[in-house]
């Protein structure tokens, strides 16, 4: 059964595709993060090296919602694609 919060999510997700603008690069790891963390939950995963910038900084953004609950995650990353629309 499909919740409010996930309807929303998915019908993001379609959204987001058709972006006539690309966000910037913060926003994109927003993004990032709150679909990893509605997706998968919690980051488990190692850290990445300093040496591989753009894998770090999808982590530590990933990391900074850890104990966000998965269905918040999800109304947030719709909220935030109704902004850039």
């Known amino acids: 059964m499909s919740t409010d919060a996930q309807t929303a999510f998915e019908a993001a ?3 987001v595709q058709t972006l006539t603008r690309r966000p910037d690069n913060n926003t994109l790891l927003q993004l990032y993060a709150l679909y990893k ?4 939950g919690d980051n488990t995963s190692p850290k990445p090296g300093l040496t591989d910038l753009v894998a770090r900084a999808k982590w530590d953004a990933w990391t900074k919602l850890k104990g966000l609950a998965r269905d918040e995650a999800m109304r947030r990353y719709a909220a935030l694609v109704d902004t850039l629309e």
């Open 13 to 15: 997700l379609q959204r």
């Open 37 to 40: 963390q509605a997706t998968e």
